[in-house]
């Protein structure tokens, strides 16, 4: 069980970080192949020193037992999960396609480890933005039970894949020449910019990123009765989500307390002394598996509340890091029986 | 009374700013001259086609009646009002050393422009980031009363002065081209980053820029019990402050009514069609004169409360302009009696 692996959408941004993070964990596997759209197959891909050719992912590409990581769009998770499930395969999937579908357990491995047995064969790993602040609220919420979350995003183009990036790259060098350039990816100039909408309108005015962050949040928590008030906005920034995050708790907590709460939670990296000037930022952040807070204080404003900035690299915790994680915890759990 | 106008600073970012207003605006003058400190004096200044000399300001500067519209740091204006109002001139300020002295007004015209009339020789503008946001939560206040307010900033380098635009251009072009920058402004990286911190601890773990928006806010509302959560951010934007806001109201308002409220009010543009994609953005903002709203909609995580996304052109409404219409204001009214 799970020897074999098998990576879908080796090639974009994400699936190119997992690749890397199978490769430095020494993520243990006996075969390993890699799959995409027909578009990318044929594309040669270096593993552990080895090339690999990609391969058209097919009904039989999967095999029961098979442990399959994937990153691709919800479309295209849609259409291949059922494929792989039919044959015994188990996804970790990082679509937004399944995560609230409630037959599939929606898991951050420092959070929610347990959900992972439950599965029927999808495991789903959750929104970039999403994933940073439930690791981030968790400790908080075990100490002091948290009621309400206003949060606001600082999203990198990074978050809209390898085009996303190649935007940002592309229009800053445009506008630095006072060049015309046509975005490719966004619907309005991201350089030296910022547009405060990601995803389609999906709820009472909020978009589908923000709504992601209210129920995928809920989900993972295991309590609806945690209300939060997102705004996403994208930011000229390549890589790493940055989020200004205010929590209500029903229990008061200090600011010495939260920072204790934090600095003990597996994965979190507090930097956090603003006199020196330290605080987590994009830059530093950029490369590493953690979520890293800092600016934490109580909030002003309301009687039990902690305001905090909270920085991850939403390639890796947000994405590829989380559904490795969720990949190790699968094999290090007892195998459950399929329903 | 007031036929005299002294611009002091007028080579700074603000100053520059101020000028093209008075031009643009046609802001009546008998005599203009133009003051800075020993380091700016005897460059030349081109107002209305004809060329001033800059004078190092000196107590003698100022004499009686004049209007003064001043752009300096703190502690150059800590320095000279007091030269300006000894000698009987009125000062209209927007550094940030005088706004919470309670004998000086902090005004925004639109907001509370009764409050000049109490001016003991200076009248502050409050700071840029405080600004566009007492515009925006004033109609829902006057409508629904205002009883806390959730903040972060996404700020431009323009805040930090022409320095700081120069380093978001220099760093960018360093970071593009794989080379070092040695940053002269801001503490950090600012190309392809953010840096949570906008001016020194103040209180309780919150800048001094968060607790401008504080204390200005219950100044120019002449309210202390509303409460202001603030985070400021530094973003890689040139021009333009954005917000993301908040407001629980005592009274529940739809986001109908609060479209409605902030479409009436002086000084605030609606752009909100999120289906469309429209709605307040840095480069479309910039050399511009209002406030810009949209995203609006009814918080879901309160029972009443008003989520919105503002921006303004911080080197205008947030400072120039708004010290321009304060120095327009102050010509509309009777001249009051000086205490």
Known sequence: MYENVTVVGATGAVGRIALKLLAERNFPFKTIKFLSSARSAGSKITFKGQTYTVEEMRPESFQAGDL???????????????????????????SGYWRMNPKVPLVIPEVNPEAVDKHEGIISSPNCSTTQMVVAI?????????????????????????????????????????????????????????????????????????????????????????????????????????????????????A????ELFTSFPGITVIDDLPAGAYPMPKECDGHDDVFIGRIREDISSPAGIAFWCVSDNLRKGAATN???????????????RV
Chains 1, 2 share one sequence.
Not at 138 to 150: E, N, S, T, Y
Not at 181 to 210: D, M, R, V
Request: with cysteine; hydrophobic share 40%.
């Open 68 to 94: 399959v990581i994937a990153s691709t769009p919800d479309e295209a998770a849609k259409e291949f999960c059922p494929w792989a499930v039919e044959r015994g395969a188990v996804v970790v999937d990082e």
């Open 138 to 254: 968790k400790p908080l919420h075990d100490a002091a039970r948290v009621k309400r979350v206003v949060v606001s995003t600082y999203q990198a183009t990074s978050g809209a894949g390898v085009a996303g990036q190649d935007d940002l790259d592309k229009g800053t060098r445009a506008a630095i020449e006072n060049a015309a350039y046509k975005y490719q990816t966004f619907k309005h100039p991201i350089a030296f910019n910022l547009i405060p909408q990601i995803g389609s309108p999906k709820h009472e005015g909020y978009t589908s990123e923000e709504m992601k962050m209210v129920w995928e949040t809920q989900k993972i928590m295991g309590d609806d009765s945690i209300q939060v008030c997102p705004t996403c906005v994208r930011v000229p920034v390549t890589n790493c989500h940055s989020e200004s995050i205010l929590v209500e708790t029903e229990k008061k907590l200090t």
């Open 256 to 259: 010495a307390q939260a920072r």
């Open 323 to 337: 559904a490795v994680q969720i990949a190790e915890l699968l094999i290090r759990r007892k195998p459950v029986a």
